[in-house]
T-cell receptor
Framework: GENVEQHPSTLSVQEGDSAVIKCTYS??????FPWYKQELGKRPQLIID?????GEKKDQRIAVTLNKTAKHFSLHITETQPEDSAVYFC??????????????FGAGTILRVKS | GAVVSQHPSRVICKSGTSVKIECRSL??????MFWYRQFPKQSLMLMAT?????????EQGVEKDKFLINHASLTLSTLTVTSAHPEDSSFYIC?????????????FGPGTRLLVL
C-alpha cells in the first residue's frame, strides 16, 4: 500500500534541546526517504535524505536513521534554534512503472522551538 | 543549482473560469515534473505526474479533464485548472526531478495560491 504515518503532529521544544520526528511506511519496495522543511506559505525545502543501503546519515545538527526491517525512519535535530521552527514532512518513494517512482508524504509535524 | 520557478505566485479568479499555472526548471532538464495540491495545515497530495513528451499520469480520484497537464519541453510543465470552482482554491506546488531512473530527489517550486470566488 501507499501509506506514510508521521508522529507527532506537533512538537514543542526549548531552544537547545533535541527534537525527534518519526515516520513509518508500508511499501517494502520504498528505497528513498527524504525530509522536507516548509515554512508558512513557502516551498518545501529538502533538508536531508537517506537511501535504503545505509542506516544513518548526518549533516551538522540534523541526522536521519532508517530501519528497513521495521519500516520506520526518524529525523533528529540537535541543539534546536528558533529558526528551526517550521513544518517538517517525511516522505517515502513508491515505485511506479510509468516513470520510475513517486513520493508519498507524511501528514507533517509542526515544530516550535521556544527561546 | 536545481532551481524551480512557478508562475503566477497567486491568482484570484471567478468561478467557471480556467487558470493556467507554469512550472519551470531553470538550471536543469526535468524529464519528470510533479503537481501537488496542499490545503491549509495539510500535507502535500500528489495530483499527477508529468512526463516530457507523453501523457500525464493522474492519481486516483483526480479528474484528468479538469486538471489538464502539458509537459511540452524538458524545462516546462503547465497545469490548467478548467472551470474552476471555490473548492479548487488551494496551494498548488510543482516539483521537478533532475533525471529519471535512480535519481529520486525532487525540488519544489514556490507554489501558486489559487483563490476561486
Amino acid at each position: 500500500g501507499e501509506n506514510v504515518e508521521q508522529h507527532p503532529s506537533t512538537l514543542s521544544v526549548q531552544e537547545g534541546d533535541s527534537a525527534v520526528i518519526k515516520c513509518t511506511y508500508s511499501d517494502s519496495a520504498s528505497n528513498y526517504f527524504p525530509w522536507y522543511k516548509q515554512e508558512l506559505g513557502k516551498r518545501p525545502q529538502l533538508i536531508i535524505d537517506i537511501r535504503s543501503n545505509v542506516g544513518e546519515k548526518k549533516d551538522q545538527r540534523i541526522a536521519v536513521t532508517l530501519n528497513k526491517t521495521a519500516k520506520h525512519f526518524s529525523l533528529h535535530i540537535t541543539e534546536t534554534q528558533p529558526e528551526d521552527s517550521a513544518v517538517y514532512f517525511c516522505a517515502a518513494s513508491i515505485p511506479v512503472r510509468e516513470y520510475g517512482n513517486k513520493l508519498v508524504f507524511g501528514a507533517g509535524t509542526i515544530l516550535r522551538v521556544k527561546s | 543549482g536545481a532551481v524551480v520557478s512557478q508562475h503566477p505566485s497567486r491568482v484570484i479568479c471567478k468561478s467557471g473560469t480556467s487558470v493556467k499555472i507554469e512550472c519551470r526548471s531553470l538550471d536543469f532538464q526535468a524529464t519528470t515534473m510533479f503537481w501537488y495540491r496542499q490545503f491549509p495545515k495539510q500535507s502535500l497530495m500528489l495530483m499527477a505526474t508529468s512526463n516530457e513528451g507523453s501523457k500525464a499520469t493522474y492519481e486516483q480520484g483526480v479528474e484528468k479533464d479538469k486538471f489538464l497537464i502539458n509537459h511540452a519541453s524538458l524545462t516546462l510543465s503547465t497545469l490548467t485548472v478548467t472551470s474552476a470552482h471555490p473548492e479548487d482554491s488551494s496551494f498548488y506546488i510543482c516539483s521537478a526531478r533532475t533525471s529519471g531512473g535512480l535519481e529520486e530527489t525532487q525540488y519544489f517550486g514556490p507554489g501558486t495560491r489559487l483563490l476561486v470566488l
